[in-house]
Structures are given as structure tokens and as C-alpha cells.
């Protein structure tokens, strides 16, 4: 039997992963919980979350394939663009959700000790259902413009973990603000709208970044999520290597993890009181 001594007086800041491992029932119970929750009582239920990335497709077409009319080269509008939003689907659910997470779960905080890190994380998992319809859209429009997948297909894996790790490093440090600072609840959806166009989701990169002087790509590239869906869409469909200014962002990524992880468990031993 596992014997839990929680010493308040413990000094320094340690991740302790083993804890983490040791409440994976509890992760996967709230992830469970959260995805029943999210189409409990609707009409639709599970379709929701083929409607939505569908209409938003829909719109981008119409909006920059047709009006704007964006060059894609050789790859239609639609199979650009689905590659742009299954990666940023993905990133934005993630950061909807862990802004309020651990305020939504404030009984359970204030009543029983477990690793608070588990609460974001299980938002993480949630998030893999609209990853994954995107990645069926992917597939299905890849068939039926009978586009090829490019040889950089290797690197799709490594895209895809850097996509999952931009969105936990970014939704664990706003869990950890927002307890601090509330005013964070009204920020985080200006920042799931703004970064859409702040980011080459429906657009490429070369478009922005042609037009700027060279303080202002560095500028743009800071966005974490900038070089994973250029990275992400380079691996599927192939054509020009991403930018290197890409590099930043994959560099901005890791810096936002480690950094958010050591701010949450310092705000973890306050949790508790202040939320």
C-alpha cells in the first residue's frame, strides 16, 4: 500500500512524474467525465464535433480560397487548410479548457490532495477527438483530390507531439494564472480568435512573412503555434522546407513547458487557499 506524506514545509520545486503516474485513473476518469459532459443532453451528440471543424472549413474556403483567392500552389484550398486546422483544432480546445480548469474543479482542489497537474492534463486528452476528425478530413480529402502524401510523412509524429506540447504548455500556464488572476477567464477567448489569423491556419506563412522586415518575422514567429502548423502541414502535403525563423517557434515551445510546469507546481502548494 502507497503510504502519501504531504510535507508543507518541503522546500524547492521537483515535477515528482511517479506521482503523476500513480494517479492515471483518476487522469482518464476526468477525461471521461469532461468528454460526456461536453455532448451530454444534445441533440446531435458526437456530431458536433464533425459540424464544427466541417463549417469552419467551409468558411476559410470561401473566405481565402474564393475571395481572397490565397496561392497554394499546386495543393487545393481545402486539403491547405484542413492540414492548418487539425493541428490549431487541437491547440485551441486545449487552451479554451485549461483557462477555467482547475477554478471548475475548486471543490475537489479544496477537499482531497492529488497532483493538481492532473487537471489540465486530462483537457489534453479530451482534445484528441476534434485532432482526430481533423485527421480524418485530412485522410478523405487526400483521396478524393487524389493528392499523393509527401515523403516528409516521417516527420508527422514529431509535428504532432510539438503540437501537443505547445497546447499543454500554454493551457498549463493559464490554469496556473488564471487562479492568481481571474482577468485571465475574459483573455483566453480574444487569444483562441485572435491567434486563428495570427497564425498561418488558413493562409501560408510565406504571405506574411515576404511583407515584413526581418524584427517583425522574429515578432510573428514568437507564436508558438506559427512553426508547428507550417511543420505540420509541411510533413503532410511537402513543398518548401518551413522557415527557418520556424525554429523560434519550436524553440518558444519548450521554454513555455518547462517554465509552465515549474510555475504550476509552485502555485500548486497555494492552490488550494486561493482559488
Not at 76 to 92: D, E, I, K, T
Request: glycine content about 6%; overall charge positive; aromatic content about 16%.
Amino acid at each position: 500500500m502507497y503510504k502519501l506524506v504531504v510535507d508543507a514545509n518541503k522546500k524547492g520545486l521537483t515535477l515528482n512524474l511517479k506521482e503523476l503516474l500513480r494517479y492515471r485513473d483518476l487522469f482518464l476518469i476526468l477525461a471521461y467525465r469532461d468528454l460526456r459532459v461536453r455532448y451530454a443532453q444534445t441533440f446531435l451528440g458526437l456530431l458536433w464535433a464533425v459540424i464544427q471543424p466541417l463549417a469552419t472549413l467551409i468558411i476559410f474556403t470561401i473566405v481565402f480560397g474564393r475571395a481572397i483567392q490565397v496561392n497554394t500552389g499546386n495543393v487545393p484550398y481545402p486539403l491547405f487548410a484542413v492540414c492548418g486546422m487539425a493541428s490549431w483544432s487541437y491547440f485551441s480546445f486545449v487552451l479554451a479548457q485549461s483557462g477555467n480548469s482547475i477554478i471548475s474543479s475548486q471543490e475537489m482542489v479544496k477537499k482531497i490532495y492529488f497532483p493538481r497537474l492532473v487537471i489540465p492534463l486530462s483537457k489534453a486528452l479530451v482534445g484528441f477527438i476534434d485532432f482526430l476528425i481533423a485527421l480524418f478530413f485530412i485522410v478523405v480529402l487526400l483521396f478524393f483530390y487524389q493528392f499523393p502524401p509527401s515523403a516528409n510523412l516521417i516527420f508527422l509524429p514529431i509535428y504532432a507531439l510539438t503540437c501537443i506540447i505547445s497546447s499543454l504548455a500554454v493551457g498549463i500556464w493559464l490554469s496556473a494564472l488564471t487562479i492568481r488572476y481571474r482577468d485571465f477567464q475574459h483573455v483566453v477567448p480574444f487569444l483562441v480568435q485572435f491567434g486563428l489569423y495570427a497564425t498561418p491556419v488558413g493562409y501560408p506563412a510565406d504571405m506574411i512573412i515576404d511583407n515584413l522586415p526581418g524584427w517583425a518575422t522574429v515578432l510573428y514567429y514568437l507564436n508558438p503555434m506559427a512553426g508547428v502548423v507550417e511543420g505540420f502541414r509541411w510533413s503532410i502535403l511537402g513543398g518548401q522546407m518551413p522557415s527557418t525563423y520556424s525554429y523560434i517557434s519550436l524553440a518558444i515551445v519548450f521554454v513555455l513547458f518547462v517554465s509552465g510546469l515549474f510555475y504550476f507546481r509552485k502555485v500548486e502548494k497555494v492552490m488550494a487557499d486561493i482559488v
